[in-house]
C-alpha cells in the first residue's frame, strides 16, 4: 500500500501542474492548443492506474483530495494577487504580469473546476465497469475507452461554461474539437506507459481490485470492508 500516497501526491501535482500551464497558448503548426492539453492527459493517465490497481473507492477520495487542492491554489492566487504590491516590483510591471499570467478569473475557474470532477468521476466509472466487463482483460481499450468518454464530458463541460458569450460558437467548437483530440491522443500514446505501471504495481502490491459490490455514489469518501483492496480475484 505505500505506493497509494505516491501515485496520489503524483497524480494532484500533475493536476496542479496542468491548471498553471494552461495560461500558454501552444503553437503546432496550424493548431493552437494549451500547454494543459499536454500536461492534463497525464492526470487521466494517473487516474487510470489508481482505479484500475486500488478500484474506484480509493480514486474517488482522490479525485476530491484534487479537487480541493484545486480549491486552495485558486483561492491563494486570489489572495495574494489583491494584496497590495511594493511600489518597486509595480512600477517594473510586476503586478500586470500577475494578472495577465495567474489572475483569478472566477468563470474559468468554476468552468475547470465542474469539467473536472465530473470527467474525473466518469473516467474512473466507466474505466471500473469495464473491468468488471471484461474480466480484467484488454487493459488498453479499458484505458482508452474510458479517456474517449471521459475527456469528452470534460471537454463538453469546460468550453460552454468558461467562453459561451464571450467567443463565437463557431470558434468555441473548434477549439473543443482540436482540444479533445489533442487529450485523447497524449493518453492513448501513453498507453504502454499506463501498462507497464499497472502491471509493476500489480506484482510488487499483490493488489487488483475489482468493483463487484463497491458503492459508486461520488460524494461518499469513506471506505467500507468492501472497499479495501486485497489479493487479485
Known amino acids: 500500500m505505500h505506493y497509494f500516497p505516491i501515485l496520489s501526491g503524483l497524480f494532484v501535482a500533475l493536476l496542479m501542474i496542468s491548471q498553471v500551464t494552461a495560461i500558454k497558448p501552444v503553437d503546432f503548426g496550424r493548431l493552437t492548443v494549451t500547454g494543459a492539453d499536454v500536461i492534463f492527459p497525464l492526470v487521466y493517465l494517473m487516474g487510470d492506474v489508481l482505479t484500475e490497481v486500488y478500484g474506484f473507492a480509493r480514486s474517488r477520495i482522490v479525485i476530491w483530495t484534487g479537487l ?3 480549491l486552495m491554489l485558486s483561492a491563494a492566487l486570489w ?3 489583491m494584496m497590495p504590491p511594493e511600489r518597486g516590483w509595480l512600477e517594473q510591471g510586476g503586478q500586470a504580469a500577475w494578472e495577465m499570467l495567474l489572475g483569478f478569473a ?11 470532477l465530473v470527467g474525473e468521476f466518469v473516467n474512473s466509472y466507466v474505466l471500473s465497469r469495464l473491468k468488471v466487463a471484461m474480466r480484467g482483460r484488454f487493459l488498453w481499450v479499458r484505458t482508452i475507452g474510458s479517456s474517449l468518454i471521459g475527456q469528452g464530458v470534460d471537454t463538453l463541460i469546460f468550453f460552454p461554461i468558461a467562453y459561451a458569450g464571450e467567443w463565437p460558437w463557431a470558434l468555441i467548437l473548434e477549439i473543443m474539437a482540436v482540444a479533445y483530440v489533442v487529450k485523447v491522443g ?3 500514446t501513453m498507453t504502454p506507459v499506463t501498462y507497464a505501471v499497472v502491471t509493476f504495481l500489480k506484482r510488487k502490491t499483490g493488489v487488483d481490485v475489482y468493483d463487484y459490490d463497491t458503492d459508486f455514489n461520488p460524494f461518499r469518501i469513506t471506505l467500507t470492508e468492501n472497499d479495501q483492496p486485497g489479493p487479485s480475484r
Open 68 to 70: 480541493f487542492a484545486n
Open 79 to 81: 489572495f495574494v494577487g
Open 106 to 116: 472566477p468563470r474559468i475557474a468554476v468552468a475547470s473546476l465542474a469539467a473536472y
Open 186 to 188: 497524449v493518453e492513448a
